[in-house]
Nanobody, 121 residues
């Protein structure tokens, strides 16, 4: 069974930091792009950040650029999202994603169950 399992979400104050992790299992993700999408309350899901299978290319949404950093550990099929300078608008369920190509949207083949990030003011 293919799974992406997120961890690291939680409650943080404005301006704080969190690091999300996602471990893949059930298949090898070394040839897959991996990344993160999120869904805020009452909003549609949106792309946040992703990294190519090689790790050499990264994509960021406008809101994530400069504050978030996506990275991966290919040997362990793990992807990370380091989030700094968090704002209340970053409050959302964050989903780990994986796909055969790097996409600046929601076109990913595999999705995790999500982890809640809440930024309090």
């Amino acid at each position: 069974q293919v799974q992406l399992v997120e961890s690291g979400g939680g409650l943080v104050q404005v301006g704080g930091s969190l690091r999300l992790s996602c471990a893949g299992s059930g298949r090898t993700f070394s040839s897959y792009a991996m990344g993160w999408c999120r869904q805020a309350p009452g909003a549609e899901r949106e792309f946040v950040a992703a990294v190519s299978w090689s790790g050499s290319t990264t994509l960021y949404s406008k809101s994530a650029k400069g504050r978030f950093t996506v990275s991966r550990d290919k040997a362990n099929d793990t992807v990370y999202l380091e989030m700094n300078s968090l704002e209340p608008e970053d409050t959302a369920v964050y989903y780990c994603v994986a796909g055969s190509s790097l996409d600046f949207g929601l076109n990913y083949d595999y999705w995790g169950q999500g982890t809640q990030v809440t930024v309090s003011s």
